[in-house]
């Protein structure tokens, strides 16, 4: 089955994919799914173990089973202040 | 009003201060991040600062609400600048008012700390070499093979390491 998901991308990872955002038809089912279908696709150079990942604009489990319309965002190492 | 917000433009402290004013309360506390000029041996020219503001937002409001509760203060604000910046110029401000200074004191650090570590924004340093870099991150790519060791030094060395006097 395929899912509807969009996915923003910022700082190190929007440089990586080379894009802000963008909806995909994904057969992942899962954040941690999703990350490595990415990954095989555009390269990023971080492991999932060093990124945290937010569903609908709250941190989620990278095992959450991913819905129609979800609006995913991978959270590399932060560095405010 | 949100306790936790983002500006493109200058921090104005004055303004923020204002909020904070208490008819009981016998003081306040403040921190500024600024942009320093050096950063584990090379040379910042200026720093690009992004923000997952959506979640960014939450994550603070939740901390203020922690310090609020944690520690017996009146109130508490922390303003963070998104966009490029400069030299010297002003990251981010903590405040916080309270009966009595020291409570004010730990609310303060308590905040800027956790801010730190949790608040999904990301910051580029651009060098006097002309390189480039995703502060916490660029170490981290150039050794994958050490995730957990690097998550690990993520958590618990202050970014204020890399920042702050």
Redo the contacts between chains.
Sequence with gaps: MQLKIKIQYYALMREQAGRSEETIETSSVTPADLYGELSGRYGFTLAREQLKVAVNNEFSDWSRPLEEGDAVVFIPPVAGG | MMRFRFTQTAIDTALARRELLDPAAGGYVSFE?WVRDHNEGQEVTRLE????Q???V??GERILAEALRRFPVKHALCI?RVGTLALSDM??WVGVSSVHRGEAFDACRFI?DE??????????EHYRSGDSG?????R??AA?GH??A??HE?HHEP??L???K
Excluded at chain 2, 49 to 52: K, N, S
Excluded at chain 2, 134 to 138: D, I, K, L, Q, T
Aim: glycine fraction near 2%.
């Design positions: 991040g600062y992004e923000a997952f959506e979640l960014a939450k994550e963070h990251a981010v800027i801010v730190k570590h949790r608040v999904p924004i990301w910051k580029k995703w502060v916490n991150c660029e981290c790519a994958p995730a957990h690097h998550e993520h970014a204020a890399t920042i702050h």
